[in-house]
């Protein structure tokens, strides 16, 4: 497992990257039966006529995997991935077949003046896919233990 990062370890511009996911039809299907049943996310045939040209994952299961990717070693934080607040951009469906990861950059880091045991780092993950290309860009607002807390 990789070392837990606090705050204090944290600089601008650091990357990590995460393990990877193969996104496969079944899985497709099986998030949109639950959480977002439009034609599109459910029927080869019908997505074929719509706007993406055939199967595509929903943007929310895209969201699902990267958590899945960010928490499973793509952004160790000591103390969780506690989101306070994000920014969403879904630029590219996801296919059956693709092999996404994770790259994400540290771009801020402050300490919390009235909570110093903590602070907030913010941090721009892009979920990228078997060709190379960003699926969604995600910039997250952590909260974010402090080493000497």
Request: charged share 20%.
């Amino acid at each position: 497992m990789t070392e837990l990062l606090y705050l204090d370890d944290l600089a601008v511009g650091m990357q990590f990257q995460s393990p990877t996911f193969a996104v496969t039809e079944a899985d497709i299907k099986r998030f949109a039966s639950e959480f977002d049943q439009q034609p599109f996310h459910l029927d080869d045939a019908a997505a074929k006529t719509t706007f993406f040209g055939g199967l595509a994952a929903s943007g929310w299961h895209t969201a699902a995997i990267t958590m899945r990717l960010l928490t499973s070693g793509g952004l160790p934080l000591a103390g969780g991935i506690i989101g306070m607040s994000v920014e969403l951009a879904w630029v590219k469906p996801v296919r059956p077949g693709d092999v996404l990861h994770v790259i994400s950059t540290v771009q801020e880091v402050r300490r919390s003046k009235s909570k110093p045991q903590q602070g907030v780092a913010t941090v721009l993950s892009e979920t990228v896919d078997t060709s190379g290309d960003t699926v969604q860009r995600l910039v997250s607002k952590l909260l974010v233990t402090a080493r000497d807390a």
